[in-house]
């Protein structure tokens, strides 16, 4: 099921759909959408939870992926939620081996992503 997912991710992006994606509050915890607008309010909660500047990305094919894009991976993929959905913790990396050495293996090879930056956040500064 879960890798049926994310070649479905990888899928849509191949066919130029644009998907983008964000780190939650939860450590490996990601968000994606087709639109930035569904994101830009989790990347906020999320820089001013973790206290640091936080990006948004565009996934991209890993093979258009440009020398300093990074790599979105899964790394472990867990019990299913209760609505059925994938559960998969992520890492971003900086490098297409680093994405290859890293990512899950445990149900066949999983494919990942080229991560592109489209908007940066900064935590909120509290008065």
């Not at 258009?64 to 992520?90: M, N, Y």
Request: charged content about 30%; hydrophobic content about 40%.
């Amino acid at each position: 099921m879960s890798i049926d997912y994310l070649e479905d991710l990888e899928n849509l992006i191949d066919k130029g759909n644009e998907l983008f994606a964000c780190p939650t509050p939860v450590q490996g915890e990601w968000a994606l959408s087709k639109t930035l607008d569904d994101l830009r309010q989790k990347a906020q909660r999320a820089a001013n939870a973790k206290k640091h500047e936080l990006c948004i990305y565009r996934l991209v094919n890993k093979s258009d992926a440009v020398t300093g894009d990074a790599f979105l991976v899964v790394r472990k993929f867990l019990e299913a939620q209760r609505d059925g959905s994938p559960k998969i913790q992520w890492a971003l990396v900086d490098t297409r081996e680093a994405g290859e050495m890293m990512r899950d293996v445990s149900r066949g090879p999983s494919p990942y992503f080229g991560a592109v930056v489209e908007e940066t956040f900064e935590p909120a500064k509290i008065a």
